[in-house]
């Protein structure tokens, strides 16, 4: 996987297409065109060519602003710590109101260890009869 996936920002001056579809950054098609004349437009208006999707043909790029680039950046930041993350194990324990002190307190080691381990903890106490 290249590494432009990762990051999203500015690609630079190093376009390895010669035939780039490029957008405006009011989010109009300016159709494909050659990078030559895609660097010209982005020196000439002063932005910067953001790639956008390349598994496309051709793949498409943008002309962003840095302002328009950091906020796509906190955007994305903001999605990705909204998305689930992968990997968290929850691990549930549930026990009576009437657990006798020993079995409490080796629980609450259990517990003590998962939080450690990062893991989420839910405890469920039962009220007994």
Request: proline share 4%.
């Amino acid at each position: 996987q290249p590494k432009s996936k990762a990051a999203f920002g500015s690609v630079g001056r190093r376009i390895p297409y010669r035939i780039l579809h490029v957008i405006n950054q009011d989010g109009e098609s300016l159709g494909n065109m050659h990078r030559a004349e895609a660097l010209r437009l982005m020196d000439q208006h002063g932005l910067k060519l953001v790639l956008l999707r390349e598994n496309v043909e051709p793949p498409v790029y943008r002309l962003m602003t840095g302002q328009q680039i950091h906020e796509e950046q906190l955007k994305r930041a903001e999605k990705k710590k909204a998305s689930p993350k992968q990997g968290v194990v929850q691990k549930e324990l549930s026990f009576s109101s009437a657990i006798a002190k020993n079995d409490l307190e080796t629980k609450t080691k259990q517990i003590a260890q998962w939080i450690e381990k990062r893991h989420h903890v839910k405890v469920t106490i039962r009220q007994a009869k």
